[in-house]
């Protein structure tokens, strides 16, 4: 009762902030199995943030409330509130958007994370059940005991299964299963509409395909099937350098192409270094910072480096085997001969590497600072100019964070979700994962690398550079209509079935409130 008097009163205080059109009496009759409204500053405030900690624009206000569901019934009560009332509600996950995706300004937060109280991940013969909340190192952990894992990562596992099926989920095992997306049986679906719905390739498949990808616009994902394998033991992880950008990418495309089973890598990333020091990675310690690699020291005069990052998974048991398998790929690559850094580790230390790089950068204060990331999806076609123009033009010789590139196949990804890429067979994933600091270094702040994104993107736009942007963010409805290119028609009418009053997501700033 405490619940519902408390929804009732935030929702009062939207009616007379806001003028919405909802009768008081109606929300006297929500129950709230055993979820929680909040108004209470510090949860409107957490709700307000993400990890981009970008300044919000001066519209943006903060949410009026914030629920904490426990089923997904709580959530579709939140959305029938909403929609009754006609102000925003957005699902937020771990919010690590960067330009407040997930913020709802002037409505209501549904909090993805609160706890249902156990029973939030199943395991079942080839899949997993995740409630949309859950974090992706709980999916692992839970899947683990029983032997098994999800196949297709992001690099990061401190994200929720809604928020980056939101998106995409992307990481280096896409180029062989796809993105996350591509690797989804089932959803249950809170709509915009209010209604509960369970979707899939063969129920309901125009809101399964709209919400993959969809960035929280047509429902809210309480439940995700997820495809599941047997999870391997280890992994063999192996860095190489290149000189040669077309080299570089040659070999990254070449082993994106190979399909045989144990005949290829389980993943394949790379990254480009722009700094003498080939520490400056916060990805993982690889290059340990006790024994820094020089640049210098492999005889380059060139100002930039690639790096290959691929790793094979394995069995104890088969540990022999993976030492052949790994020697004949690497026999047909064509990095610097004296680059090669090897190790190996636990699969699950693979997967969550980058968290212990987060609780490196917690500990020096430099997790917490605003993040103007920019993420890019570059055609194949192109990507030569786009080293010259940016990694050896724009960016010069300070990155302010890692730049992550590598390739994925096109026929990985499923035309009918909402998720937007180049239209090549081939096109890169282009991460400029920079961190603003407050230095004194003019060149390290905020305002210069958020320049630096807008001189990058008019670069592509000046060279007839096709990208796309991962995790987009636009402001005007045309630019998002150019983002979406021929998918823009379906997305608008998936809108219009779907979420017709424009209340979820807002703060995507796709689609303007309907009046
Ligand atoms: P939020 O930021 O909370 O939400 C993002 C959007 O999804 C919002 O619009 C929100 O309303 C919507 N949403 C959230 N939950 C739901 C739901 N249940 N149903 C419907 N809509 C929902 N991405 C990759 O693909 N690969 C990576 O390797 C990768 N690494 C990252 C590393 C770091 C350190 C960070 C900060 C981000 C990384 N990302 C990566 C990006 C990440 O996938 C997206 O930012 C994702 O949206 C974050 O998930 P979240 O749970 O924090 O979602």
Redo the contacts with the bound molecule.
Sequence with gaps: MATELLLTFAICRLIVTVGLNVKPAELLVLGFGGGRVSTEWHDLDAASR??GMLPPSKAETPPLAVVHPSTAEDVAQAVRTAQSGRFPV????????ING??RAPGGVVVE?TSGVGGGRVAVEEGYVDAW??ELWIDVLKRTLKYGMAPRSW???LY??V???L??????GQAFHHGPQISNVFELDVVTGNGEMSTCSEAQNPDLFHAVLGG??QF???TRARIAIEQAPQRVRWIRVLYYDFSTFTADQEHLISLHGGNQKFDYVEGFVIVDEVLTNTWRSSFFSPRNPVKISSLGSSDSVLYCLEVIKNYHESNADSMDQEVEALMKDLRFIPNSVFSTDLLYVDFLDR?HSAELRLRSKGLWEVPHPWLNLFVPRSRIADFDRGVFKGILGNNTSGPILIYPMNKDKWDDRTSAVTPDEDVFYLVALLRSALDSGDVTQGMDYLIDQNRRILRFCADEGIEVKQY?PHYRSEAEWAGHFGAKWERFRRNKMRFDPKHIL?T??RIFEPSG
């Design positions: 993400d990890f957005s699902a937020r996950g771990h919010g690590h958007s995706q997930s993805m949309g909340g992001t690099d990061y994200l929720t809604g928020g980056t939101s998106n995409a989920g992307i990481s960035l929280g429902g809210i994902i980058v995790l997501a703060g995507q």
